[in-house]
T-cell receptor, first 113, second 114 residues
């Protein structure tokens, strides 16, 4: 079945350093979403990308969708302690059921002040 | 507005017992999703409903798991009999339709089966 792989599994950074997490799908995706889960919390929607090669920014966060719509990345510039948490990508398969999001296992970010 | 409401927040039970998890979606949302989260397997979609009708239950692990949505404001996920490997955090999420992007997650129920 379809898999969505995320790397790295863990990332430890010093406050102020940049952070990037990568997401790769075994199949072409119709769209990809990103969620953030704080420790002990629940996933919270960040953004959705739909178009091939799409780039979206939210303040210090930059999201990219690959040209082949099989990979995506989230980049955080100058991390802050408030960025701590696990970042998940989630994709929907072309031709698949629209509600069937396949989640990656997430990248857990820790930020040392 | 209240978000997605789940109860109980924590459940500890013995193997073999029946467990019922409850979810109230955001008012006006007509799509509801049940997920399970573990360290080993990550976040897995178990089943989802649209307009109270189950659309895809292919993620339900086995017959011990069942889910219902008797009306637009309530859903249950039942495990009978429970096993230690069912220990996980179970999340419910809702959206205002399958074509809507953002899924709103509830706080989750942390289930421990001993």
């Amino acid at each position: 079945g379809q898999q969505v792989m995320q790397i790295p599994q863990y990332q430890h950074v010093q406050e102020g350093e940049d952070f990037t997490t990568y997401c790769n799908s075994s199949t072409t995706l119709s769209n990809i979403q990103w969620y953030k889960q704080r420790p002990g919390g629940h996933p919270v929607f960040l953004i959705q990308l739909v178009k091939s090669g799409e780039v979206k920014k939210q303040k210090r966060l930059t999201f990219q969708f690959g040209e082949a719509k099989k990979n995506s990345s989230l980049h955080i510039t100058a991390t802050q302690t408030t960025d701590v948490g696990t970042y998940f990508c989630a994709g929907t398969n072309y031709g698949g059921s629209q509600g069937n999001l396949i989640f990656g296992k997430g990248t857990k970010l820790s930020v040392k002040p | 507005d209240a978000g997605v409401i789940q109860s109980p927040r924590h459940e500890v039970t013995e193997m073999g017992q029946e467990v019922t998890l409850r979810c109230k979606p955001i008012s006006g949302h007509n799509s509801l999703f049940w997920y399970r989260q573990t360290m080993m397997r990550g976040l897995e979609l178990l089943i989802y409903f649209n307009n109270n009708v189950p659309i895809d239950d292919s993620g339900m692990p086995e017959d011990r798991f069942s889910a219902k949505m008797p009306n637009a404001s309530f859903s249950t996920l039942k495990i009978q009999p429970s096993e230690p490997r069912d220990s996980a955090v179970y999340f419910c999420a809702s959206t205002a339709g399958l074509a809507v992007v953002e899924q709103y997650f509830g706080p989750g129920t942390r289930l421990t089966v001993t």
